[in-house]
């Protein structure tokens, strides 16, 4: 096999609206399918203003924990559930994702993982996109492994809090309450 | 849910050190209040990461990859053919994967009400493609050879022309986002987005190459931009005996 070096990353710049949301993105699931929720947010730069000029992308197993994909062996979701979400920030900063509760998803050696969404940031000024996790303050955190290697004191910020239609999910990119972000 | 005792997962190798910018270029002013000044977390590669979206051709409309057809008039401008392979680290092609493209028309200047840049726009112009590879990772857009355009970073700052490209590979681990410039762009040297690529080899990686086989008599000059993702390495993911206690 050939080895080839990566092409590097570059920011999306203040446009990206014109070229990578769909009126579908934010849909992970079809509306009106049964236990779907909103997740929403506001993206926040390090003076604490909203970032009018990001992107979310969220990545997701199925209610059952299974993903939509050749590289999981437990086989595949249904055709309705798309697993991918993708919304640009409004003018205040806010997103949304109309999405279902991921399962519980297979960790290393026979640990599981509470369930979670991953999630990309991409904005102006982000020469390359940031990645953290959702998971969710009513759901059982207390074992998942990937939640143990971040500090006590910053676990707070990966965590979406109930709301009336769903949960909110803040991404704070610098500063005080700065999001935890992870190196892949 | 049942959990299988063993599978196996495939790894995604880190980029090389220099491959990326970094998220805080002074040089490229809006990174100072956007970089995350907290370090970054490892996250050990499981199955949210090592899989991803498939998306496929429902997402994509008739003139999707022909920018210059999108509308009952033809653009201004040079008409250029694009086209690559989207490959991971190993050479492998990454096959039917959806590539989207967006750019500034011939004057340098978006569909987009923030862009201010008084060069007009064009009515027979979008900017905006989409196509999925083929069984080669091969992807081609049809377009207009986007133009530079002034902006306020620095003194007399000025965009070299570029393309920006969005691909998804087949695993989370594996999404970017670039951008493609142009040959022998005279803007290189004072654009800190372009220079925030701190290797010199690997800022030429975003660099097209003008291919004459591409180039299409008295119709389109042809460049080839091959873009590279990830290499994928196949690693036991999960042994039988269970270790965690």
């Given at each position: ?56 992308e969220t990545w997701q197993a ?5 993903f939509r994909h050749p590289d999981d ?9 798309r697993g991918f ?33 991953d999630?990309s ?10 990645v ?52 892949l | ?8 997962l495939p790894?995604y ?32 590669q499981?199955l949210t990461e090592v899989t991803g979206p498939l998306l ?32 991971d ?5 990454v096959?039917?994967s959806l ?68 691909v998804f590979g087949s695993a989370f681990t594996q999404r970017l ?52 993702l990830r290499?994928r ?13």
């Amino acid at each position: 096999m050939t080895e080839l070096l990566p092409t590097p990353s570059q920011t999306v710049g203040p446009y990206l609206s014109i070229g990578l949301p769909w009126p579908d993105g934010p849909h992970v699931v079809p509306e009106g399918t049964p236990g779907a929720f909103w997740i929403r947010g506001t993206v926040r730069d390090g003076n604490g203003d909203p970032i009018p000029d990001a992107m979310i992308e969220t990545w997701q197993a199925d209610p059952d924990g299974g993903f939509r994909h050749p590289d999981d062996p437990r086989g595949t979701a249904d055709g309705e559930f798309r697993g991918f979400g993708r919304c640009p920030t409004e003018a205040d900063g806010t997103y949304g994702i109309l999405t279902v509760l991921p399962g519980v998803v297979p960790g290393e050696g026979g640990a599981t993982q509470a369930p979670h969404i991953d999630v990309s940031v991409f904005a102006r000024g982000l020469l390359n996109r940031v990645v953290t996790r959702i998971y969710f303050e009513d759901q059982d955190n207390a074992a998942d492994p990937v939640l143990a290697t971040v500090p006590e004191e910053r676990r707070g910020t990966l965590i979406a809090a109930k709301t009336g239609d769903g949960y909110r999910f803040d991404i704070r990119l610098q500063g005080d309450g700065e999001t935890v972000f992870f190196r892949l | 849910m049942a959990t299988p005792t063993e599978f196996r997962l495939p790894r995604y190798g880190e980029d090389p050190e220099g491959t990326h910018p970094p998220l805080d270029s002074s040089g490229y002013r809006s990174t100072a209040l956007r970089h995350p000044k907290q370090d970054l977390v490892l996250l050990p590669q499981m199955l949210t990461e090592v899989t991803g979206p498939l998306l496929g051709p429902g997402r994509l409309g008739e003139h999707d990859n022909d920018l210059t057809r999108q509308h009952a008039g033809e653009p201004q401008g040079q008409r250029i053919i694009v086209t690559g392979r989207l490959l991971d680290g190993d050479g492998r092609p990454v096959r039917d994967s959806l590539v989207e493209i967006w750019q500034a028309n011939a004057g340098g200047r978006y569909r987009h009400t923030g862009d201010r840049w008084p060069s007009p726009l064009d009515p027979n112009f979008d900017g905006v493609g989409r196509t999925l590879t083929d069984s080669d990772g091969r992807y081609t857009f049809t377009t207009i050879k986007p133009g530079a355009y002034p902006w306020k970073n620095h003194d007399n700052a000025w965009r070299p022309a570029h393309i920006h490209f969005s691909v998804f590979g087949s695993a989370f681990t594996q999404r970017l986002v670039t951008q493609m410039y142009f040959p022998d762009d005279p803007l290189f040297s004072q654009d800190p987005i372009f220079n925030s690529i701190p290797d010199e080899k690997a800022r030429q990686r975003m660099v097209s190459r003008y291919d004459h086989d591409i180039t299409q008599a008295e119709w389109a000059l042809g460049f080839q931009f091959d873009i590279v993702l990830r290499g994928r390495d196949a690693s036991v993911f999960e042994e039988e005996e269970d270790d965690d206690e």
